[in-house]
């Protein structure tokens, strides 16, 4: 059984940067896709980055593209979101998600089968 665990979300200005961790346990999380999803209150839960199993592959949410990186240490079982330019419209609730399909690193949530608990990210104006 895959665990995912998130870290490093809290509260930020508008303009600020922030980082996030997600740490992996359980499996052979260097063969996963793995990707970023947030849900602010009252939406549902969206895309927002996605990176393949080797890191070479990488996509983004029209929303964050050159703001947020996405990256991964699969020597650390460990995947990054980089948040930079923040913007108080990208508070929410940021999820890692883990898929074995290691080459899918898809936009559709259904098709990861693995989710951490969630970490606040709150940027405020």
């Known amino acids: 059984q895959v665990q995912l665990v998130e870290s490093g979300g809290g509260l930020v200005q508008a303009g600020g940067s922030l980082g996030l961790s997600c740490a992996a346990s359980g499996g052979t999380f260097s063969t996963y896709s793995m990707g970023w999803f947030r849900q602010a209150p009252g939406r549902e839960r969206e895309f927002v980055a996605g990176i393949n199993w080797s890191g070479s592959n990488t996509k983004y949410a029209d929303s964050v593209k050159g703001r947020f990186t996405i990256s991964r240490d699969n020597a650390k079982n460990t995947v990054y979101l980089q948040m930079n330019s923040l913007k108080p419209e990208d508070t929410a609730v940021y999820y890692c998600?883990?898929?074995?399909?290691?080459?899918?690193?898809?936009?559709?949530?259904?098709?990861?089968?693995?989710w951490g608990q969630g970490t606040q990210v709150t940027v405020s104006s």
């Open positions: 998600a883990a898929d074995p399909s290691g080459t899918r690193y898809s936009t559709r949530s259904y098709e990861y089968g693995y």
